[in-house]
């Protein structure tokens, strides 16, 4: 499928649908859409009327125009009200149209979207944006794709006058969202450390980035006992991945990306019981995925920084080797750790990994996890837990996040309530009471990061959709390789 930028006027361009936004409360047409109306003998207030389409966010209409008309159908899309609308809704939108534009089997297709709140390049980035993920399905484990196959063969977008850079950058950040929907999506029989290890290679060779691999005898020479652990249980051993994106100039900035990287989490001999979502983790590597997925896009899209993008893989398993409750752990920054719950399996991995980041001299530390379900029940499935020991670099992520179209809520490191981790046989416990189970996490993995600024993003409920949405499909999200993406280029 092609997408391109077309000059044409939308009184002109001929092709089986030409699909047009319109506001909520808003529906007397715009002068432009006017002479569209005339054009069509009415049809869009025919449309208007007949479906009772009153430009509800994602609402969609499609019509035929009917006689010899080189336009074949017409597709509204509602955009909601004015007033709540952003740069979201316009991505929101190119994912709905396209979602209409598959279902009706077409095969070329415009939009005319265009906003005088913004810049004509950046709506045709995310409207571009819309369309690809709404369209990405993962028929990977599938035998028989074909009555869902794609039929679309051009996208054109008018009223928007700027270039086709717009759309390549929209396919390079696309491009790495789509590489942790696939991650996360692909079952733990599929990725597992060995596969993730080559994943990360397969990146390095095709985008030039370095790799370093720390095997176990290294990640155990390092003392990262932590770390370890955790993996003792696997049958396959630990992958400590580290792959550095280096920018051919001078570099502005140098910051690390830490993903959790549980490619299947049982709870340990803490064991997760039924119910508790077992058989979806594994999406516990959705951290690790989009720290991956946003190593695809940086590397396409060069920006002046240089990235390093981390993660400890391994997963969580019960065996005669698994550690025990109540085993006491060394990370590699000396502190003692007592297990008192092998299923708060994550930051242990992380301590080692943040201890690691922390020590390459980066300006800066972003961590992600599916750390917590207490931060599900926070902030709900929508919404990502931030916290962080420097405003500033809250507020580079939070803007971020913005033109992203991803949600992130500040939460505290409030170290009162570090007491609940306070051991009398280590110097620390991994888990605390129920009560804040997001913030106990947070200041617990704060203890491994001593020199750097630092932000923990806890992904735990926005990595997975359990229904579809204008972009997303049921499973993996992506979740976050946007909004990394964007803090790399510091838009
Ligand atoms: N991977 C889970 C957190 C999780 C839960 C992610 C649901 C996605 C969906 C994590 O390792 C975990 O098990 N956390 C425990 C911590 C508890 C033992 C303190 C939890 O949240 O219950
Ligand atoms: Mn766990
Ligand atoms: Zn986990």
New binding site residues.
């Given amino acids: 499928m092609e997408i391109k930028i077309n000059n044409i006027s939308k009184l002109d361009w001929t092709g089986d649908a030409l699909a047009i936004g319109l506001f909520a409360e808003k529906l007397e047409l715009p002068p432009d859409l006017k002479l569209l109306d005339n054009k069509l003998d009415g049809i869009l207030t025919e449309l208007i009327a007949d479906t009772d389409f009153k430009g509800k966010i994602g609402t969609t209409s499609i019509e035929r125009i009917g006689g010899k008309s080189p336009l074949r159908k017409i597709i509204l899309v509602g955009l909601g009200k004015e007033e709540d609308s952003c740069l979201d809704t316009f991505r929101q939108a190119g994912g709905s149209i396209a979602r209409v534009a598959k279902k009706a089997k077409l095969k070329t297709l415009s939009i005319a979207l265009n906003h005088e709140n913004y810049d004509d390049e950046i709506l045709a980035q995310v409207i571009t944006e819309g369309v690809i993920l709404a369209l990405h399905q993962d028929n990977r484990f599938k035998s028989d794709t074909e009555d869902n196959s794609i039929s679309l063969e051009t996208v054109e977008l008018l009223d928007l006058s700027t270039s086709q850079n717009a759309i390549e950058k929209a396919q390079k950040i696309t491009s790495g969202v789509i590489l942790a929907r696939e991650l996360v999506n692909a079952p733990a029989n599929v990725i597992n450390p060995l596969t993730m290890a080559e994943m990360a290679q397969n990146l390095a060779s095709e985008y030039g980035l370095e790799l370093t691999i720390l095997e176990q005898e290294d990640c155990e020479k390092l003392g990262m006992g932590s770390f370890l652990g955790v993996a003792k249980a696997s049958d396959l051993p630990p992958k400590f991945i580290h792959l550095v994106y280096k920018p051919q100039n001078t570099p502005k900035r140098k910051l690390a990306i830490v993903g959790?990287g549980?490619t299947f989490?049982s709870?340990g001999l803490?064991l997760?019981v039924s119910g508790?979502?077992i058989e979806?983790?594994k999406?516990?590597m959705?951290g690790a995925a989009a720290t991956f997925g946003a190593a695809k896009s940086i590397a396409q899209l060069k920006p002046d920084v240089e990235i390093h993008f981390i993660s400890a893989v391994t997963e969580?398993m019960i065996s005669g080797k698994a550690m025990h409750p109540g085993d006491i752990l060394t990370a590699s920054n000396g502190k003692t750790i007592e297990v008192n719950?092998t299923?708060?399996?994550?930051r242990l991995t992380l301590a080692d990994a943040l201890v690691y980041a922390d020590k390459l001299k980066v300006d800066a530390i972003v961590d992600l996890a599916?750390?917590?379900?207490?931060c599900?029940v926070a902030l709900g499935n929508d919404i990502a837990g931030l916290w962080t020991t420097d405003d500033d670099l809250a507020n580079e992520l939070k803007n971020a996040s913005q033109t992203a179209g991803e949600k992130f809520w500040q939460m505290p490191l409030e170290n009162k309530y570090f007491e609940q981790m306070k051991s009398s046989i280590a110097d620390m416990k991994n888990?605390?009471s129920?009560a804040g189970?997001s913030i106990t996490?947070a200041l617990f993995l704060q203890q491994f990061v001593k020199h750097t600024p630092w932000v923990h993003l806890d992904i735990?409920?926005p990595?997975?959709a359990e229904k579809p949405t204008a972009i997303d499909n049921e499973g993996g999200t992506g979740f976050a390789v946007r909004t990394l993406v964007n803090w790399a280029l510091n838009e």
Avoid at 343 to 346: F, N, P, S, T
Avoid at 370 to 374: E, R, S
């Fill in positions: 959790k549980l989490d709870g803490n997760k508790s979502g979806t983790m999406m516990d959705g969580n719950n299923d708060a399996e994550g599916t750390l917590t379900g207490a599900i888990t605390g129920r189970g996490a735990a409920g990595v997975w």
